[in-house]
T-cell receptor, first 115, second 116 residues
Framework: NAGVMQNPRHLVRRRGQEARLRCSPM?????VYWYRQLPEEGLKFMVY????????ESGMPKERFSAEFPKEGPSILRIQQVVRGDSAAYFC?????????????FGPGTRLTVL | GENVEQHPSTLSVQEGDSAVIKCTYS??????FPWYKQELGKRPQLIID?????GEKKDQRIAVTLNKTAKHFSLHITETQPEDSAVYFC???????????????FGIGTKLQVIP
């Protein structure tokens, strides 16, 4: 049973370009969370999605950031017109809808560097 | 919304000593409290968790305690080893029995260094 997959693992973009981060949840998991982690800082919640639905995007900036989790395929976190402040590690986590708790399994992260 | 505070932010202990990390939460409806360990450059991994109907849980050298009244919970690592060196995050959440919606709020993290 493969764990949570993220790609790319490292992404370099110039200011103004777009960044697309992908997350494939664990098999059978229908809930995906995205977090941002700045160096030496904690995990900041960005968005929570279920298949085809955004449940909570309260942690995501209103501009330039968007997320989706289509019926088929991975969840995508999209950052348009990147700025240097977007440089961070972006982790996704998934969980099963059927579990009696909220255990989340994290992917290896995508480290975004904006030049 | 939920607010989780964690301290200390850094902790150095001698190998073999115990380490304690403390967290407080604000939402009395939170009922699930996981702890994650993140080694340098790696993903966070769940090491232990506790639900609000339990006051203490132990797994080998790791234990968690929960005080619902005071809204605080702690991680205890005994007989620390160099491989315990990592960043530890506490978190709080309402579980699936709380209306279906779940969001985990993390503490800021504690960087633990175990000195050989």
């Amino acid at each position: 049973n493969a764990g949570v997959m993220q790609n790319p693992r490292h992404l370099v973009r110039r200011r103004g370009q777009e960044a697309r981060l992908r997350c494939s949840p664990m098999k059978g998991h229908s809930h995906v969370y995205w977090y941002r982690q700045l160096p030496e800082e904690g995990l900041k919640f960005m968005v929570y999605l279920q298949k085809e639905n955004i449940i909570d995007e309260s942690g995501m900036p209103k501009e330039r950031f968007s997320a989706e989790f289509p019926k088929e395929g991975p969840s995508i976190l999209r950052i348009q017109q990147v700025v240097r402040g977007d440089s961070a590690a972006y982790f996704c986590a998934s969980r099963s809808a059927g579990s009696g708790r909220n255990e989340q399994f994290f992917g290896p992260g995508t480290r975004l560097t904006v030049l | 919304g939920e607010n989780v505070e964690q301290h200390p932010s850094t902790l150095s202990v001698q190998e073999g000593d115990s380490a304690v990390i403390k967290c407080t939460y604000s939402d009395s409806a939170s009922n699930y409290f996981p702890w994650y360990k993140q080694e340098l450059g790696k993903r966070p991994q769940l090491i232990i968790d506790i639900r609000s109907n339990v006051g203490e849980k132990k797994d080998q050298r790791i234990a968690v305690t929960l005080n619902k009244t005071a809204k605080h919970f702690s991680l205890h690592i005994t007989e620390t080893q160099p491989e315990d060196s990592a960043v530890y995050f506490c978190a709080a959440s309402k579980g699936v029995n709380s209306g279906g919606y779940q969001k985990v709020t993390f503490g800021i993290g504690t960087k633990l260094q175990v000195i050989p």
